[in-house]
C-alpha cells in the first residue's frame, strides 16, 4: 500500500499531541516530519514536547525542526494565559515525560517544506493546526510549491460559527491573519477545518480511561494529558460535554477527506477593523471559476470517533 507523506506543522499542545499520535497510528500515512511554530506554547517548548512525544510513541526517526516563533507584525511572542490554563504550563497538561535525547534538525521547517515538496509532489500534504506562518514563509521563498504540493489541510478559521477568540476570529487565525491572508490569497490548494466541524467532535473521560486501561506508559501519558484538557473545556466551555478535537480532525480529514462535506470558496483573511483575523468568502475573487479552498461544514462524527479511537489506541498498546 503506497503511503501519503505528512508534515505536521504544531504549536505542540494536547489537541497537537492527539494529532500526532492520530497520524502515527495511520497505516495511509508515512510521518515524515513535524515543524515547529509558537500559539500553544512557545515555539522551542513545542519542538521539546514533539521530539519527546514521538520517542514515547515509538517513533524517534520522525525528525522535527525549528519553525518561525512569532507573527509578521510582532518582535515577539507571549502565551496567552487561557493557552496555559487550556493546555497546562509546559502544553502537554503539566504532565512529566522523558525528554528525548535528540535535537531539532538544524535545517528551518520553511527550507524542509520546500525540500519536501520537491521532492513528494502531489504524494505530500502539509497538515498545519497553529499560526500558518511557516507555510506562508515557504511560499515566500519558493512560489513554485504552490502547483507543486498535493494538499494542505488547515485547522483553523471559522466561517459559519463565531470565533473562539472574538465573534470574528478563531484562535489559530488569530496568531498571525497576515500569514494566513497570504496562504489563502496565494493559490495554494487548501481545506480548511475550522470551528464549523471541530467542535461538534468531542472526547470525554469514558474514552479516555481506555487509554489508561492500557497499562502502557503511552497510554497513560495520552489519558492524563487529556483529561487535563477535558478538565479545562468544563471550565471554558461546560456546555459541550467533553473536549474538542481541534488537530486530530485536520489529521483525519488529511487521511479520510470522505468524513466531511465541505463548501469550495475563495477565502482571504482580514487583516484590519475589528474584524481582523476573520476568515471570509474573498470578494475579489468571488467569479473566478476555481476554487482553491474546501472548507469543512459537516462532519461524520461517529465515524471520525471511530477512526480516532481506534488508531490511537492501537498504537498506545504497541508503543
Request: charge should be negative; glycine fraction near 10%.
Amino acid at each position: 500500500m503506497s503511503q501519503t507523506k505528512m508534515i505536521l506543522d504544531l504549536d505542540t499542545g494536547v489537541d497537537d499531541a492527539l494529532a500526532i499520535a492520530y497520524a502515527l497510528g495511520s497505516p495511509e500515512i508515512e510521518l515524515i516530519g513535524i515543524t515547529g511554530t509558537y500559539g500553544n506554547v512557545l515555539m522551542e517548548q513545542g519542538v521539546h514536547n514533539s521530539l519527546a512525544i514521538l520517542d514515547l510513541l515509538g517513533h524517534p526517526e520522525v525528525p522535527v525542526f525549528r519553525g518561525i516563533d512569532h507573527s509578521r507584525t510582532t518582535s515577539g511572542f507571549e502565551v496567552l494565559e487561557i493557552s496555559a490554563f487550556i493546555h497546562g504550563k509546559n502544553g502537554i497538561g503539566d504532565v512529566e515525560i522523558p525528554p528525548s535525547p535528540r535535537t531539532a534538525d538544524p535545517r528551518s521547517a520553511a527550507d524542509f517544506i520546500i525540500e519536501s515538496v520537491h521532492t513528494y509532489g502531489k504524494d505530500l500534504v502539509y497538515v498545519p493546526t497553529g499560526p500558518l506562518a511557516n507555510l506562508a514563509a515557504a511560499i515566500e521563498r519558493d512560489p513554485s510549491i504552490k502547483t507543486k504540493i498535493g494538499n494542505v489541510v488547515l485547522m483553523g478559521g471559522a466561517l459559519t460559527v463565531p470565533g473562539n477568540v472574538n465573534p470574528f476570529t478563531e484562535a489559530n487565525i488569530s496568531q498571525d491573519p497576515e500569514a494566513a491572508h497570504l496562504v489563502f490569497t496565494s493559490g495554494i490548494p487548501t481545506v480548511m477545518v475550522g470551528l464549523d466541524v471541530t467542535l461538534q467532535t468531542l472526547l470525554t473521560y469514558k474514552e479516555t480511561a481506555r487509554w489508561r486501561d492500557l497499562q502502557t506508559a503511552a497510554g497513560v501519558f495520552l489519558a492524563d494529558m487529556t483529561d487535563y484538557y477535558i478538565k479545562a473545556y468544563e471550565t471554558t466551555a461546560p456546555h459541550l460535554g467533553g473536549c474538542g478535537l481541534h488537530d486530530p480532525l485536520a489529521v483525519g480529514v488529511a487521511v479520510d477527506p470522505s468524513l466531511v462535506g465541505t463548501h469550495a470558496i475563495n477565502l482571504m483573511c482580514e487583516t484590519e477593523g475589528p474584524s481582523r483575523g476573520r476568515t471570509i468568502g474573498d470578494p475579489a475573487r468571488l467569479n473566478d471559476p476555481k476554487k482553491n479552498t474546501e472548507v469543512c461544514l459537516t462532519v461524520d462524527v461517529n465515524r471520525f470517533l471511530h477512526e480516532f479511537m481506534s488508531r490511537i489506541t492501537g498504537l498506545a498498546t504497541r508503543a
